[in-house]
């Protein structure tokens, strides 16, 4: 439990993809449409950590805009800050809720980009699938570069054509619930305000209680 903990606190998608997206050469089960759009995702993503290490901070930047852009078409923000919001989201204007939207994703861009880059030798096995009309879950192992097995689960909605990620399930532990939980906890203590000033602040890269770092530890 210590160790689910540690891959789920603060921004906790951050971590689930920190280890489950950023990965090396895939074995894969029988796969139907979620999971070969998944591994679309993934071989692009390592498509662009194994160029090689551009030099200067421009370069450096522009690589961690490649990666965003790539991410940010597989995965549903919009979906992920809504349920991580949950009861408080109906309770938002359409403004707050754009705004909350944007803040989050920031966030969360800011928590994983730039630790993807360290992230190339580790391994995935997607190992089932279930689909239920719009709804799939795809079934993955990430394999550490010690040989652990970590099982992770990608919770994916249709959307047109494409499967979009809205949740991240590491060892059992669903990471929308993780920030649901830390969400709640300063709203009911402190305000949505207060929620927004929280989040604003760890964007400038300050301290911020009730909002921690992710720290993958699987390395």
């Known amino acids: 439990m210590r160790r689910i903990t540690r891959l789920l606190s603060g921004a906790g998608l951050a971590a689930g993809l920190l280890v489950a997206i950023a990965l090396g050469p895939a074995q894969l089960a029988t796969a139907g449409e979620p999971t070969d759009q998944l591994r679309e995702t993934v071989d692009?993503?390592?498509?662009?950590?194994?160029?090689?290490?551009?030099k200067g901070e421009a370069k450096a930047q522009e690589r961690r805009a490649r990666l965003k852009t790539v991410l940010k078409a597989r995965l549903d923000f919009?979906?992920?800050?809504?349920?991580?919001?949950?009861?408080?989201?109906?309770?938002?204007?359409?403004?707050?809720r754009k705004e909350f939207v944007e803040l989050f994703t920031d966030l969360l861009d800011d928590a994983y980009t730039s630790r993807l880059e360290g992230y190339t030798e580790e391994k995935i096995l997607y190992t089932a699938e279930?689909?239920?009309?719009?709804?799939a879950?795809?079934?993955?192992?990430?394999?550490?570069?010690?040989?652990?097995?970590?099982?992770?689960?990608?919770?994916?909605?249709k959307a047109d054509s494409q499967?979009?990620?809205?949740?991240?399930?590491?060892?059992?532990?669903?990471?929308?619930?993780?920030?649901?939980t830390q969400f709640n906890k300063i709203i009911r203590n402190q305000g949505y305000t207060e929620l927004v000033r929280k989040m604003e602040a760890k964007l400038k890269g300050l301290e911020v209680e009730g909002i921690a770092e992710p720290e993958p530890k699987t390395r």
Do not use: C
């Open 130 to 135: 279930k689909v239920e009309e719009n709804f």
């Open 137 to 157: 879950e795809v079934q993955t192992k990430v394999v550490t570069k010690r040989g652990t097995q970590i099982p992770i689960e990608y919770r994916a909605k």
């Open 44 to 54: 692009k993503v390592l498509q662009i950590l194994r160029d090689p290490a551009p």
């Open 78 to 96: 919009t979906e992920m800050a809504r349920r991580a919001l949950a009861v408080h989201w109906a309770r938002r204007s359409a403004q707050e």
């Open 163 to 180: 499967w979009l990620v809205y949740d991240v399930v590491i060892e059992g532990v669903s990471l929308v619930n993780n920030y649901r």
